[in-house]
């Protein structure tokens, strides 16, 4: 439906939340060149107010964890292979939320 000025008339609207708190890299290499030494994911520290990280390696053993975000994993006694990180938070509405996924350790 149109009104006589030509604006179209909007009865509904659907919002739809894209909000991710996170770019997590999917590798590092921690050989002291000053260059990706660290894994941790980027993110905005103001929009979220709890926060846990920890590395498994593949028998789940943990490796690492860590409640700062702004911490991150050195991976100074890691064999190089693939290690997988769970990430508790709760969002600046207090919904908590689990994320999971994998990193590569280069060597």
């Avoid at 009104?3 to 890299?25: M, Q, R, V, Y």
């Avoid at 980027?42 to 943990?62: E, P």
């Amino acid at each position: 439906m149109q009104t006589s000025e030509g604006c179209t008339n909007l009865e509904k609207a659907t919002l739809i939340d894209t909000w991710f708190p996170f770019n997590i890299p999917n590798a590092f290499t921690p050989n002291g060149d000053g260059l990706n030494d660290t894994f941790r994911p980027v993110t905005d520290y103001d929009r979220f107010s709890k926060y846990n990280m920890i590395i498994y390696n593949s028998w789940g053993q943990r490796q690492f964890e860590t409640t700062n975000p702004a911490e991150g994993w050195d991976g100074k006694d890691a064999a190089a292979g693939v290690y997988v990180w769970v990430i508790n938070y709760a969002d600046y509405l207090g919904k908590v939320s689990t994320l999971r996924g994998s990193v590569t350790v280069v060597r």
